[in-house]
């Protein structure tokens, strides 16, 4: 995977607790064999719609949004001159890691690599649906994450918890209970205003 991290910390962690796994899904042998399937399919179909290959990048700096103020988001995903890419924000990746280990001792892997893979297939489900939103227009972020999170939902949260029973962090659990609470359907009401109470408060959070 390209990319060097210099802060020798970061660096340490990345190696030991994240490399591994996106190491295993990039190189094709991912554990769990639907998993799998679904990031050779969103390859396929980014390779389709961009003329440039994939790009997966890693960093050791917090992520920033439109205005410049800095996220603790784990992704980010963008299309530049036609290439796709897929930042990982590798400080926000331990905090997420730290996170769990305090609040789910017992499991707290399971819970971050769930976490993680589902969070990296969520932004190949965006440059595979090619909807990289405007974050400076929040009604568009609003519609895309709608469309964008119900296929995350159904094609890779589904796998991890109906078919493979692995647990799950709180937030993906968020999502998929109100994806089956709306039966699946990305245009219904119930779905919509999930979305936008969600990604509007975060919107309002992360500007504040």
Same mark, same amino acid.
């Given at each position: 995977m390209?990319g060097?991290?210099?802060?020798?910390?970061?660096r340490?962690f990345w190696?030991?607790?994240?490399?591994p796994m996106f190491a295993?899904?990039t190189r094709?042998?991912?554990?769990?064999?639907?998993?799998?399937a679904?990031?050779n399919?969103?390859?396929?179909k980014?390779?389709?719609?961009?003329?440039?290959?994939l790009?997966i990048t890693?960093?050791?700096?917090?992520?920033e949004?439109s205005v410049?103020?800095?996220m603790?988001?784990?992704?980010g995903?963008? !299309?530049i001159?036609g290439?796709?890419?897929?930042?990982?924000? #590798?400080p926000?990746?331990r905090? $997420?890691?730290?996170d769990?280990? /305090?609040s789910?001792p017992r499991?707290?892997?399971q819970?971050?690599?769930?976490?993680?893979?589902?969070g990296?297939?969520?932004e190949?489900?965006?440059?595979?649906l090619?909807?990289?939103?405007?974050e400076?227009d929040l009604?568009k972020?609003?519609?895309?994450e709608?469309i964008?999170w119900?296929e995350?939902?159904?094609?890779?949260?589904?796998l991890f918890?109906?078919?493979?029973?692995?647990?799950? !962090?709180w937030s993906?659990?968020l999502?998929?209970?109100a994806? #089956?609470?709306c039966r699946r359907? $990305?245009?219904?009401k119930?779905w /919509?205003d999930?979305i936008?109470?969600l990604?509007?408060?975060?919107r309002?959070?992360?500007?504040?």
């Open positions: 390209p060097y991290i210099p802060n020798e910390q970061i340490m190696e030991a607790e994240a490399a295993q899904i094709g042998r991912y554990r769990l064999v639907e998993i799998q679904r990031y399919q969103l390859c396929e980014i390779a389709q719609r961009y003329p440039h290959g790009k890693l960093s050791d700096v917090a992520s949004d410049g103020k800095n603790t988001l784990p992704f995903c963008r !299309c001159n290439v796709p890419e897929v930042a990982l924000f #590798v926000a990746i905090m $997420v890691f730290e769990f280990h /305090k789910s499991n707290f892997r819970v971050f690599e769930s976490c993680v893979i589902i990296f297939l969520h190949l489900d965006h440059l595979a090619r909807i990289i939103g405007d400076a009604a972020v609003i519609n895309g709608r964008v119900a995350t939902c159904e094609q890779a949260v589904r918890l109906d078919i493979y029973i692995e647990p799950l !962090c993906d659990m999502y998929y209970s994806w #089956v609470r359907n $990305v245009e219904s119930q /919509k999930f936008a109470s990604y509007g408060s975060l309002r959070n992360s500007r504040g």
